[in-house]
C-alpha cells in the first residue's frame, strides 16, 4: 500500500510546464492508483511565502489553485487536496528536520539561488546572498521533506527541477532515523514525468516559471485559444532556417518541438517528429501554428472546468474543510512516532 504525495505553489494559475511536468502525472497516478493507494496533493501556502507577492492575493490564488487541480481532474473522493497551513503537522517536523539538516547541503542547492537571480556558485557566505536571501527561502528544501515525510510518501511526483530536494529529504530520513535511533520516517521515491522541463517560452533557457516576471513566457491552463496563439506565434526561436531538435544549440525551436511531439497522436519522439514531417520546406510558422492548435485542444476542457469550479465558492469551501481533516489525520500517525522517537511532548 503506497501513499503519493505532491505539492504546489499557489503563486497564481498552472501553465503548460505544471500540467505536463506535474499535475497530467498526479491525475494519472490516481486514475491509475491501487485501491489501497493513498493520494495526497497540498497546495502549499507556506511554500508560497518565501516569496514576495502582492498583498491580498495570496487567498485567492489558494482558490484558484483548488479550482484548477479539480479541473485537472484530481478527485476529492479519491485524492486528499489541501491547503498546507491548515495542517500544523507540517511546520512542527519541518522544525525538528531543520534539527539534524546540513546548512552545508542547503548551500548548494540551487533553486534558492535561481530564485534570487544568483549564479549556481553563489554561497551562503557571499555579499549577494547575505543582502537578499531569508531564511525562509533558504530552509525552503526543509519544509518540502517535512511535506512528504509527515505522510511517510513512498512516491512523489514531480518536474526535473525537484530533482536535487527530493534527494535532500531522504537525507533528511537518514540523518533523522540515525540521530534518534528510529525506522519512523521513510525515504520516499522521485516519480519523474516523461515530460522534464517545458521551457519558458521568452527566455528559452529558463524553465517555465508561475513566477516569471514576464506573462508572455508561460500558457497559463487557464488562457484562451487566442491567447495561447499569439504566446506560442512570438515564442523566441533563433535566426537559423528551418526546424530541427538540437536543444543545446537551439534550445527556443527544441522546447516547440518537444511540445508538438508531446502531444503527436503517434506519441512520436522530436527526433522522428522532425525526420517525418518537418523536412526542408517546412517554416518555423507552420510548426508554431501546429502547437498551438494542439495546446489549446489539450487545455480547451479544462478551463471551462476550471471557471465552473471557480463559480462554486460553497463547493470549494467544503473540499477545503474535508481536505484538512484527512490531511491532519494523515499526518498524526507519523508525527506520534516522531514526538516520541524525539521526546516531545507529555
Ligand atoms: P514558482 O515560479 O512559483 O516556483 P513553478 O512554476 O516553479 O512556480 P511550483 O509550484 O514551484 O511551480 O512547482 C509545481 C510542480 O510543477 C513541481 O512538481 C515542479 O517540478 C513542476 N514544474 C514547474 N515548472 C515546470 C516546468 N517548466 N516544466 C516541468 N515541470 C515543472
Ligand atoms: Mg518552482
Known amino acids: 500500500p503506497g501513499v503519493i504525495f505532491s505539492g504546489i505553489q499557489p503563486t497564481g494559475v498552472p501553465h503548460l510546464g505544471n500540467y505536463l511536468g506535474a499535475l497530467q502525472q498526479w491525475r494519472r497516478m490516481q486514475d491509475s492508483a491501487a485501491a489501497d493507494t493513498k493520494l495526497l496533493f497540498s497546495i502549499v501556502d507556506l511554500h508560497a511565502i518565501t516569496m514576495p507577492r502582492p498583498r491580498g492575493l495570496l487567498r485567492q490564488w489558494k482558490r484558484e489553485m483548488f479550482a484548477a487541480l479539480l479541473a485537472i481532474g484530481l478527485d476529492p473522493s479519491r485524492s486528499i487536496i489541501f491547503y498546507q497551513s491548515m495542517v500544523p503537522a507540517h511546520s512542527e517536523l519541518q522544525w525538528i528536520l531543520s534539527c ?52 511517510r510518501a513512498t512516491h512523489v511526483p514531480v518536474g526535473e527541477d525537484q530533482r536535487q530536494h527530493l534527494e535532500f529529504a531522504r537525507e533528511c530520513v537518514t540523518n533523522f532515523n540515525h540521530t534518534y535511533g528510529t525506522s519512523c520516517l521513510v525515504a520516499p521515491e522521485t516519480i519523474l514525468s516523461p515530460v522534464k522541463r517545458v521551457m519558458s517560452l521568452r527566455s528559452p533557457l529558463q524553465k517555465m516559471s508561475k513566477s516569471d516576471a514576464d506573462a508572455t513566457s508561460r500558457i497559463l491552463l487557464t488562457d484562451s485559444a487566442h ?29 516547440l518541438v518537444e511540445l508538438a511531439s508531446y502531444f503527436d497522436a503517434a506519441g512520436r519522439t522530436p527526433e522522428q517528429l522532425v525526420e517525418a514531417e518537418f523536412g526542408a520546406g517546412v517554416s518555423l510558422k507552420a510548426l508554431k501554428n501546429r502547437v498551438a492548435e494542439a495546446v489549446d485542444a489539450e487545455l480547451a476542457p479544462i478551463r471551462e472546468r476550471y471557471a465552473e469550479y471557480l463559480a462554486k465558492g460553497e463547493l470549494i469551501d467544503r473540499l477545503v474543510e474535508e481536505g484538512a481533516e484527512k490531511a491532519r489525520e494523515s499526518a498524526e500517525g507519523t508525527m506520534r512516532l516522531v514526538r516520541e522517537a524525539v521526546e516531545l511532548g507529555a
Open 100 to 151: 539534524t539538516a546540513s546548512t552545508g547541503y542547503l548551500n548548494r542547492m540551487t533553486q534558492w539561488k535561481s530564485k534570487l537571480s544568483l549564479k549556481d556558485n553563489v554561497s551562503l557566505s557571499s555579499n549577494e546572498a547575505k543582502q537578499t536571501l531569508k531564511h525562509g527561502l533558504f530552509s525552503y528544501p526543509i519544509l518540502q521533506a517535512a511535506d512528504i515525510l509527515v505522510h
Open 227 to 255: 491567447a495561447i496563439k499569439n504566446k506560442v506565434l512570438k515564442a523566441v526561436t533563433d535566426s537559423q532556417d528551418g526546424i530541427s531538435y538540437d536543444p543545446v544549440g537551439r534550445p527556443g525551436v527544441s522546447n
